[in-house]
């Protein structure tokens, strides 16, 4: 019995680390791709590491490429989008969680609808209505798409935290002479740090990450994001693509710094629910 568990251990680790090492190795690829030269990049062939490294790739990324538009851009965007939705999805959520009305399962219903539909049927509609706006080629515009696109979905992951928290809890509150919104700041709030956090995880990485809608609506490098910017480096015989992967490497940073910041709240966002001993 002994040596079964020994070996059902070992088969469960190696399976883990095999899963690390397939999720990792694009990443590390990536990386790779980055710091090889042009001369090296098809006449070594298939390596793990290039025999000699070079840096030109991001320099000319950083300091002769537009990047550092498309960069600052996607972080307006990501960022504004994830404050404006998290606001949002807390507010609505907690009304779905706390009150009950006679249109709540309408709306319930209308918001898993709108993310029954793909998004590219929907690119032509948005843009005619952004369009009569002036919003079609800015980051105002992306904001206003992502966040509606972002909300369903982060109102019912908060909705999820409103309910495990007691409504003894602001009921306490209330008797003590608080009001509900009180109680909803003071009390409430705090303890869906980790839900918060969550929320803004998702939401910052889906709009740093999209490219439909940024690709349809922005047409000037001016307004880009860097999903957009990407497809700078290729051209109509060719692909840069030590100068792409060098751009990938960079526009991984602020999402990989985000995650760090907020990781002692998203752990225990994620593994919220979970059965205590």
Known sequence: MRTRSLLLTGAHRLAILAYVVFA??????????????NDLLYSEGV?????????EHFN?????????????NSLIVAGATAVVVTILASLSGYALSRFSFRAKYW???????????????LVAPIFKMLSPLGLTNSLTGLVIVYSAFN????????????????KDLEEAAMIDGATQFVAFRQIILPLTLPGIAA??????????????FALMLISGNDAATFPVGLLTFVSK??????????A????????????????RYLVQGLTAGAVKG
């Open 107 to 121: 709306i319930v219903a209308l918001m898993l609808i709108t993310q029954m539909f793909p998004l590219v049927m």
């Open 151 to 166: 909300v369903p979905f982060a109102t019912f992951l908060m909705q999820s935290f409103f309910d495990g928290i007691p």
């Open 237 to 246: 015989f060719s692909v840069d693509f030590g100068q792409m992967m060098a």
């Open 60 to 72: 000319f990324v950083i300091a002769h490429s537009a990047f550092p538009t498309f960069f600052k």
């Open 24 to 37: 990792l190795f694009p990443l590390f690829w990536l990386l790779k791709v980055s710091v090889t030269p």
């Open 199 to 212: 929320t803004l995880g998702f939401v910052f990485t889906a709009a740093w990450s999209e490219l439909l």
């Open 248 to 263: 990938g490497v960079l526009a991984l940073i602020p999402a990989c710094l985000f995650f760090l910041l907020i990781q």
């Open 47 to 55: 390596r793990m590491w290039p025999s000699r490294m070079t840096f």
